[in-house]
């Protein structure tokens, strides 16, 4: 089946970094990705919507300046999460679709999810 | 507006017993895609169906079965005789028109089954 790989699992660093999270398609062409946050106990908050190619497309409320989306190739999109503070704190999770909606039963399919740790 | 609701936060089974998620939603559109995802405690999310607003046959798929009632909006998903290895966290979602879009997610149940 179609896989996304997402690096890296987890991430501890200390504030004011700057943290780079990779997510890749691996057998498919990935035209568009998504970036979610997910808190403790709750549910995947939509961040951003990568487009390959062009500028990513931000939800209300999330700082462009500090969490930078890059979809440089059809297979990859990274997150780099800027001057991390504590409150950056979370699980970040990727998902990619294929270029045609109705193939692979039109699924959208999950990296493994980053747990990122600012201390 | 989309929404999702899923009313229940956690849920806690023995082994065998049967056990159903509610998922109810919102949608002013007419053409709409349902979702369901696991999230076992490794994090990952893994799909488990996706119906379009206009199949309501109910499906199964070896334990697991899903209701689609359009008339109440309402997706639930059963899990028939429950595993140790079916706890995690269930997400239903919902996208709409042709499933370009992206997902609104409830906010998730947890499923707790016991030995």
């Known amino acids: 089946g179609a896989v996304v790989s997402q690096h890296p699992s987890w991430v501890i660093c200390k504030s004011g970094t700057s943290v780079k999270i990779e997510c890749r398609s691996l057998?498919?062409?990935?035209?568009?990705m998504f970036w979610y946050r997910q808190f403790p106990k709750q549910s995947l908050m939509l961040m951003a919507t990568s487009n390959e190619g062009s500028k990513a497309t931000y939800e209300q409320g999330v700082e462009k300046d500090k969490f930078l989306i890059n979809h440089a190739s059809l297979t990859l999109s990274t997150l780099t999460v800027t001057s991390a503070h504590p409150e950056d704190s979370s699980f970040y999770i990727c998902?990619?679709?294929?270029?045609?909606?109705?193939?692979?039963?039109?699924?959208?399919?999950f990296g493994s999810g980053t747990q990122l740790s600012v201390l | 507006a989309q929404k999702v609701t899923q009313a229940q936060t956690e849920i806690s089974v023995v082994e065998k017993e049967d056990v159903t998620l509610d998922c109810v939603y919102e949608t002013r559109d007419t053409t709409y895609y349902l979702f369901w995802y696991k999230q076992p405690p490794s994090g990952e999310l893994v799909f488990l169906i996706r119906?379009?607003?206009?199949?309501?046959q109910n499906e199964i798929s070896g334990r697991y079965s899903w209701n689609f009632q359009k008339s109440t909006s309402s997706f639930n998903f059963t899990i028939t005789a429950s595993q140790v290895v079916d706890s995690a966290v269930y997400f239903c979602a919902l996208s709409e028109n042709s499933g370009y879009s992206t997902l609104t997610f409830g906010k998730g149940t947890m499923l707790l089954v016991s030995p």
């Open positions: 119906r379009n607003s206009f199949d309501e």
């Open positions: 998902s990619a679709r294929p270029g045609t909606a109705l193939s692979r039963g039109g699924k959208l399919f």
């Open positions: 057998d498919f062409q990935a035209t568009t």
